[in-house]
C-alpha cells in the first residue's frame, strides 16, 4: 500500500519561499508520476504541477509557471515544490498524489494515493 506524507508548508509573507516535501512509500515510486495540487478555502482543488517518474516530463499550472518548480529524487523516494514569490493567493492546504496514468496529471481523478495535505499561507 502507497502512502504519502507531505511537510514543509508554513507561514510566509508575500515574496518568500517554501519548499514542500513528499516523502512515499512504495515500490512502484520511481515509475509513477507525482503531482502537487492545492485546495484553498471554498474552493475545488486544482492542479498545481506534475512530474514523470523519471523527471524528463513536467507541467506547472498557468498560475505557478515560473514561481514553482517540481522536482524528485527517485533514491529518497520523495518529491518536492520549490515555491518562490508566494502571493496571498498561493494560500491553500497542498497535497501530493501519485498516478500510473501516462498522460492527464491534471487530473485529480487519476491519482490512486493521496497525503494527508500541508498547509501554506502567505500573509500580505
Known amino acids: 500500500q502507497v502512502q504519502l506524507v507531505e511537510s514543509g508548508g508554513g507561514l510566509v509573507q508575500a515574496g518568500g519561499s517554501l519548499r514542500l516535501s513528499c516523502a512515499v512509500s512504495g515500490r512502484t515510486f520511481s515509475t509513477n508520476a507525482m503531482g502537487w495540487f492545492r485546495q484553498a478555502p471554498g474552493k475545488e482543488r486544482e492542479f498545481v504541477s506534475a512530474i514523470s517518474g523519471d523527471g524528463s516530463t513536467i507541467y506547472y499550472a498557468d498560475s505557478v509557471n515560473g514561481r514553482f518548480a517540481i522536482s524528485r529524487d527517485n533514491a529518497k523516494m520523495t518529491a518536492y515544490l520549490q515555491m518562490n514569490s508566494l502571493k496571498p493567493e498561493d494560500t491553500a492546504v497542498y497535497y501530493c498524489?501519485?498516478?500510473?496514468?501516462?498522460?492527464?496529471?491534471?487530473?485529480?481523478?487519476?491519482?490512486?494515493?493521496w497525503g494527508q495535505g500541508t498547509q501554506v499561507t502567505v500573509s500580505s
Open positions: 498524489g501519485t498516478t500510473a496514468a501516462r498522460a492527464g496529471w491534471n487530473k485529480e481523478d487519476l491519482y490512486n494515493a
